[in-house]
């Protein structure tokens, strides 16, 4: 019983493990990561600081899925997030909900 506990256990955080660095291969790969950093801001704010603004708000995902691809302006100062024609409706929610787990 301790041996498929402990096996179920590791199946489980790797495929949470996998699920992470998935999304942020996802950010690299759509140029997110230009701009963005984890723990801290470049041109753009730090991940863990969106994730932060926006906890407990339960639009979050469609707000920020909609500004990734759309772009905006004021809400982090004067840079104005440019429009990520490249993002599909899937992966910037993808990526949205990614953004929120960053910590």
């Known amino acids: 019983m301790k041996t498929r506990l402990l096996a179920l256990t590791v199946i489980t955080l790797n495929t949470v493990t996998n699920c992470a660095w998935a999304d942020q291969a996802l950010a690299t790969a759509k140029n997110c990561m230009a701009c963005h950093a984890l723990d801290k801001k470049l041109v753009g ?5 969106v994730a932060l603004k926006y906890a407990g708000d339960k639009s979050a995902v469609d707000k920020l899925a909609l500004k990734i691809q759309k772009g905006g302006a004021g809400v982090w100062g ?24 960053v910590k």
């Open 45 to 49: 704010p730090a991940y863990k600081d």
């Open 78 to 101: 004067p840079v104005v997030m440019p429009s990520n024609t490249q993002v599909n409706d899937a992966e910037a929610k993808k990526l949205a909900a990614w953004v929120l787990t």
